[in-house]
């Protein structure tokens, strides 16, 4: 089955405790991305990648690292997690496309940071 | 600069009746775009989808949308509303030009009533 898996789907932890959130896709896509959503502001993007080890800054990317070493995995990074990163997180991944391809989106990972 | 807006933040409809959800966009750009839907707890799912093509697009589950270039608007309507479609819908557009960035509205909550 063509799927965007995200684990974990719930997580609370700490201020500043280090933590990855790992998405992984099975279609073979080029591009992948992390959206973060917030009551009345839709989702945003975090960060973007069009291919492996490529990778680059979307509208809300402070306090998130990304890295693409596989072109299946696209895991998100806080490094120093704060409260205001408490949201609903998405990864999402489409083939590559002038901006008319449908994106796939995981199931989420809802993270509360106290 | 390139935005999309949903003119209502909720609306509610009785069981049969028809659903109209409103979206306007600007853009310099001919853009792509797409309504989601997002049931409580899931992840977002795609509805329907417009690249430039007819400017009447049909999409899953009875819903279609019309692409009127001289209103800048994407409005997503339904002849019926079911139960099952009470969720958060989300008009999104994309833009050649960057590389398949979604950039989404704030979203627009349906309930359905019995």
């Known amino acids: 089955e063509a799927q965007v898996t995200q684990n974990p789907r719930y997580l609370i932890t700490v201020t500043g405790k280090k933590l990855t959130v790992t998405c992984s896709q099975n279609?073979?896509?080029?591009?992948m991305s992390w959206y973060r959503q917030d009551p009345g502001l839709g989702l945003r993007q975090i960060y973007y990648?069009?291919?492996?080890?490529?990778?680059d800054k979307g509208d809300v990317p402070e306090g998130y690292k990304v890295s693409r070493k596989e072109k299946r995995n696209f895991p998100l990074i806080l490094e120093s997690p704060s409260p205001n990163q408490t949201s609903l997180y998405f990864c999402?991944?489409?083939?590559?496309?002038?901006?008319?391809?449908?994106?796939?989106f995981g199931p989420g990972t809802r993270l509360t940071v106290l | 600069a390139q935005s999309v807006t949903q003119l209502d933040s909720h609306v509610s409809v009785s069981e049969g009746t028809p659903v109209l959800l409103r979206c306007n966009y600007s853009?310099?750009?001919?853009?792509?775009l797409f309504w989601y839907v997002q049931h409580p707890n899931k992840g977002l799912q795609l509805l329907l989808k417009y690249t430039s093509a007819a400017t009447l697009v049909k999409g899953i589950n009875g819903f279609e949308a019309e692409f009127k270039k001289s209103e800048t608007s994407f409005h997503l309507t339904k002849p019926s509303a079911h139960m099952s479609d009470a969720a958060e819908y989300f008009c999104?557009?994309?833009?050649?030009?960057?590389?398949?960035?979604?950039?989404f509205g704030q979203g627009t909550e349906l309930s359905v009533k019995p």
């Open positions: 990648s069009i291919n492996v080890e490529v990778t």
């Open positions: 853009s310099s750009y001919s853009p792509s």
């Open positions: 999402a991944s489409s083939s590559l496309g002038l901006g008319q391809n449908e994106q796939f």
């Open positions: 999104v557009v994309s833009f050649y030009n960057q590389g398949g960035k979604l950039i």
């Open positions: 279609m073979n896509h080029e591009y």
